[in-house]
Nanobody
Framework: QLQLVESGGGVVQPGGSLRLSCAAS????????VTWSRQAPGKDSEGVAC????????DYGDSVKGRFTIARDDAKNTVYLQMNNLKPDDTAVYYC??????????????WGQGTQVTVSS
């Protein structure tokens, strides 16, 4: 059974960068689309980036376009989220999840433990 583990979160100042990792075990991520979503306290969950199973298609939420980049390394069974120019509004718990196709609709039923990102001066 496929299990996803998120890591790489932390505390960073505004304008800083972090790279999140979504490592799969138990099964392969090959041909599976992956989405990074986030949940901030008191806010609805939000899909921020997705990548297709082939890696040829990516999509980003309007709030992160130009700042976040999603990429996959199928040899390492891992999907990454490079986050640059972080803002306080990016503070949230970040989750990765699989989809049939690239989608920015969060699948909360697919979430693991997530990784906390805090952007604060």
């Amino acid at each position: 059974q496929l299990q996803l583990v998120e890591s790489g979160g932390g505390v960073v100042q505004p304008g800083g960068s972090l790279r999140l990792s979504c490592a799969a075990s138990g099964s392969s991520l090959w041909y599976k689309a992956v989405t990074w979503s986030r949940q901030a306290p008191g806010k609805d969950s939000e899909g921020v980036a997705c990548i297709s199973g082939s890696g040829e298609t990516t999509d980003y939420g309007d709030s992160v376009k130009g700042r976040f980049t999603i990429a996959r390394d199928d040899a390492k069974n891992t999907v990454y989220l490079q986050m640059n120019n972080l803002k306080p509004d990016d503070t949230a718990v970040y989750y990765c999840e699989t989809h049939v196709a690239c989608s920015l609709i969060p699948r909360e039923d697919n979430w693991g433990q997530g990784t906390q990102v805090t952007v604060s001066s």
